[in-house]
């Protein structure tokens, strides 16, 4: 009887023992059990189990080798390879494998999906690779177009390094130099990578097409101390069609002295996305070359494409701390010979640097080498940017700055929000907008529909707009709002500007720029406050690139607002108007004509709708006249009165 038991327990030991991995199969062998994910690729690779094939992890794994997948073909023959987690199973595949990756997949149609629930989202698989000898975790590998990495998804995973040295997830061709490798139709999504030099590294080789219709998306590369990033969180080179969405990504190690990038579009990168990621918490805490970007784009002009067509779009950037002297320390960076880039919607908080030496701080950092950039930078936020202060120059590494142009041309920039809101330690020379001596041609520039705020107190100018340039490389330079607590709005040719006047002297055009303090609603969220902003109301003008704000409202055809944010200004109930304004209108309701009077002199009227949009306007320029309400249909309306002595507004009801 005991050596009955005994031997009963003896199976059930080594069952257990032999059932990490199990395999099932729509041809060859149909089941397999091993007792490492490289025992199961073995399997596959000598053809043991074929067509179909799904591979269950019902435990912990020991890998003592690469575990590597060749492509279908020869021997090997499948047509895709699912890996997931048993029901209910959380479990590690981890191996100690010096100066090559833990996974290594040659092939096509491939799934690794670490939720241990069917169609979950739960990370309960974690690939670790504990070498501190030039580790990899998991990599695909494709040297030719014909072999190229198709039908890829990568998810729910948690993917850990050994050392963060070197990268953790890697797409390319595997060579001891990489030349770039060839995937398409990949996902990769709501995994968690931590210790790495770069924690995804996609590098495609410059073809028509290569990296297509890849989807890094709802990934966590924001692990802190030990198990921190270290330079990159998402690198991208060589693709043609990326879409780098919904990450988060932070906490970078910062004491080497290198410039951290959150997602970085590299080399001959076309046809691509930043869009949505949250980047925070990027910088360097020593006080060499030291620095670091939320969004890094340098694509060129070397593609598939003859121009980038790179979209940032809709991120949020925030917390950047450096003491570093780092020529890029930025929220997002775009430089290089690279054309055709939109840079919008995107929130910039807290690019902060306080090296003593006055080393400077950029929310955002145009440096193209062409001066036929097409970039477009629009409804952007930018604020809480400062420097340490630094009073002789103003380059672009000396002070804060909202937004830099450092080189190059073909820039539009409409409806940005900067406000420079943190002050910096000592006297210097920040700016909202600065553009620096290295802008040489002309009429590379144009400026319109911005607003840009300087509140910061610290002593020594507080500049709204900054040139080492000269006046000549504004294409279109109107319709901005110049607001600076400080003495003096802008500087160029060597001297500063106090007043509108000067600017309009100075700088040229701005003919319709104003002079206003902007109230927001409130010292984070910077949408203008219905009230108190009269002054600036409907005072922008119309560009055709951009037609919603960055709200996705859609700007006023003919007389759009200044800034990020369309908004509209309170006007008064039917009741309180009559009590509170010296401007009178009858009948109201109206059905034809509403006649209008004032105490003074009306300039014009202008109706709008409840959407916002102008929809009438008439010249008065006396003390009363009358509105033909017609053509307007039945409904509500704001009737806007602009007299000698400012604006009111009134409701009034047509039937």
Not at 213 to 227: E, H, K, P, Q, Y
Not at 483 to 497: D, H, M
């Amino acid at each position: 009887m005991r050596k009955i038991l005994f031997c009963l327990m003896a199976i059930l030991v080594s069952s257990n023992f032999y059932s990490q991995v199990n395999i099932s199969a729509t041809a060859g062998t149909a089941t397999g059990t091993y007792t490492t994910l490289k025992g199961a690729f073995d399997a596959i690779n000598a053809g043991t189990h074929q067509g179909a094939i799904t591979i269950s992890i019902t435990a912990n794994t020991t890998e003592t080798a690469t575990a590597s997948l060749n492509a279908s073909g020869g021997a090997t023959s499948y047509t895709s390879v699912a890996i997931k987690p048993a029901i209910g199973v959380t479990a590690a595949i981890s191996g100690d494998i010096a100066s090559a990756p833990l996974v290594r997949i040659l092939g096509s149609n491939i799934t690794l999906d670490g939720s241990n629930a069917a169609s979950g989202t739960t990370r309960d698989l974690t690939l670790t690779n504990t070498s501190t000898t030039a580790p990899q975790v998991l990599t695909f590998i494709a040297a030719s177009a014909a072999a190229a990495n198709t039908n890829i998804m990568v998810k729910n995973l948690n993917i850990v390094n050994g050392i963060n040295t070197s990268s953790a997830f890697v797409m390319y061709d595997g060579a001891a130099t990489p030349t770039g490798g060839f995937f398409n139709n990949v996902t990769i999504q709501n995994n968690a990578v931590k210790k790495a030099y770069m924690g995804m590294y996609l590098f495609a080789a410059t073809a028509a097409g290569n990296g297509a219709n890849t989807l890094v998306t709802g990934n966590d590369l924001s692990a802190t101390g030990t198990d921190a990033i270290r330079l990159g969180g998402i690198y991208v080179q060589g693709a043609d069609g990326v879409t780098v969405s919904n990450n988060t990504i932070g906490n970078f190690e910062t004491t080497i002295a290198e410039i951290k990038r959150g997602v970085w579009f590299a080399t001959a990168t076309v046809n691509s996305s930043i869009i949505s990621n949250t980047i925070t918490n990027l910088g360097y805490t020593g006080t060499s070359t030291g620095g670091a970007a939320g969004v890094t784009v340098t694509a060129g002009n070397t593609g598939a494409s003859a121009t980038a067509n790179i979209i940032v779009r809709g991120n949020t950037i925030s917390n950047f701390n450096s003491s570093g002297t780092g020529t890029v320390f930025a929220g997002i960076y775009a430089a290089a010979a690279t054309s055709g880039v939109t840079i919008d919607n995107n929130k910039i908080n807290g690019i902060k640097n306080t090296n003593v030496s006055g080393y400077g701080a950029q929310g955002i950092y145009l440096a193209a080498t062409g001066l036929t950039s097409n970039t477009l930078v629009a409804n952007n936020v930018v604020s809480g940017v400062a420097g340490y202060g630094y009073a002789t120059t103003g380059g672009v590494n000396d002070n804060g700055n909202g937004i830099v142009i450092g080189a190059g041309g073909g820039y539009k920039l409409y409806y940005n929000t900067v406000v420079m809101n943190v002050s910096q330690t000592v006297a210097g020379r920040p700016s909202a907008l600065n553009i620096t001596s290295g802008v040489t041609g002309l009429g590379g520039i144009d400026v319109r529909n911005n607003l840009f705020v300087n509140t910061q107190t610290q002593a020594g100018d507080r500049y709204t707009i900054y040139a080492g340039a000269a006046s000549g490389v504004f294409s279109s330079i109107n319709f901005n709002n110049f607001y600076s607590s400080g003495t003096n709005l802008g500087y160029i040719g060597g001297l500063a500007k106090a007043t509108l006047a000067d600017i309009q002297a100075g700088f040229g055009g701005n003919v319709n720029s104003l002079n206003v303090l902007p109230v927001f609603v409130s010292a984070t969220d910077f949408h203008l406050s219905t009230t108190g902003n009269a002054a600036l109301d409907n005072k922008g003008t119309p560009v055709v690139e951009v037609t919603l704000d960055a709200d996705g409202n859609i700007r006023n055809a003919l007389t759009p607002d200044l800034g990020s944010f369309e908004f509209t200004v309170a006007v008064l109930a039917v009741n309180e108007a009559a009590k509170k304004n010296t401007v009178s209108a009858y009948p109201n309701p109206v059905t034809d004509f509403l006649y209008i009077n004032n105490d003074t002199k009306i300039r014009d009227v202008e109706v709008y709708n409840v959407s916002g949009q102008r929809i009438l306007s008439e010249t008065i320029n006396a003390e009363k006249g009358s509105v033909d309400m017609r053509r307007a249909a039945a409904g509500v309306y704001i009737v806007k009165v602009n007299t000698e002595k400012g604006s009111q507004s009134l409701k009034i009801i047509k039937k």
